[in-house]
Structures are given as C-alpha cells and as structure tokens.
C-alpha cells in the first residue's frame, strides 16, 4: 500500500487553502469556531480520509487518496453567502496544484460540489454546505 498523508496535514492545508480564498472571510475547523458576533465566516469538516482509490490494471499500483471536506458557509446576507460559495467554486473547483500553500501537498484534482443552502433560524445567519474531494496521488 503507498504511504498516504497525515490528516494534521490535510487539516492545515485545508485551513490555508480557505483561508487565502476567502479572505478576510474568517476560516475555522468545526471544532474550533466562535461565530456570535461575526456577520459571515466559514467552517469545514474532513472526513474520509484515507479511502484509497487503486487504478491500473492489477488495482494495486497508482495509489489516490480521496479526503472530502464538507465547506459551511454562514452570513447574514444571502447575497453575501451566494458571492463568498461562488468565490470558492470559481478557485477550488477543477483546481490542480499544490494545496495549502507551500505547508501543503500536490493535488491531482479538487472537485467541489454544492450540496445545499438553508438559513439557520437560530442563528439568523443564510447557509450554504459544499463538499470538496481531493485527488492525491500517494
């Protein structure tokens, strides 16, 4: 089996590769978060790590590790939240290159989704959750 990254560095790249997107749009892991008092900011999830794709014809050579990370992006305004989800669409979807900065890895491909928009009644705060798969070779 080919040697595959450490989430630590998925995590950081992440964090980095959103961060410079979205700018000044705040940036936080899930876990790490505190939105009271901010008009619009993002927070991402990974999962999936290393789900391993095999290619070729006896499956175990060419090794691709797929992470996803689940993009959720809150602001008060809709419109605000339409221009921050296609910003990230415009730079992350069909990206290839390296992710995350110089910290990072090389990504054979980035592939965004957008899953759904909802608005958060609790909160006061529109919602747009977008998934992004990464095509790492290992």
């Known amino acids: 089996m080919a040697n595959q990254n450490n989430p630590v560095l998925y995590g950081q790249a992440i964090q980095a590769q959103l961060s410079s997107v979205v700018s000044p749009v705040p940036v936080y892991a899930s ?9 619009k900011f993002i927070t991402w ?25 689940q993009v959720n992006l809150f602001a008060q305004s809709m419109q605000d939240a339409f221009n921050i989800s296609n910003t990230i669409l415009q730079s992350l979807h069909g990206y290839s290159g390296q992710f995350g ?34 095509d790492i070779p290992t």
């Not at 876990?31 to 008009?39: C, D, E, L, V």
């Not at 290393?50 to 050579?61: A, E, I, L």
């Open 101 to 134: 900065g110089v910290g990072g890895f090389f990504v054979a491909k980035c592939d965004v989704h957008w899953l759904y928009n909802t608005y958060d009644n609790e909160l006061g705060l529109n919602q747009i959750v977008l998934d992004c798969t990464l």
């Open 45 to 69: 999830n990974l999962r999936n790590v290393h789900q391993d794709v095999y290619t070729g014809q006896t499956q175990s050579n060419k090794g691709i590790d797929r992470p996803i990370f």
């Open 31 to 39: 876990f790490n978060r505190n939105y009271a008092t901010q008009p």
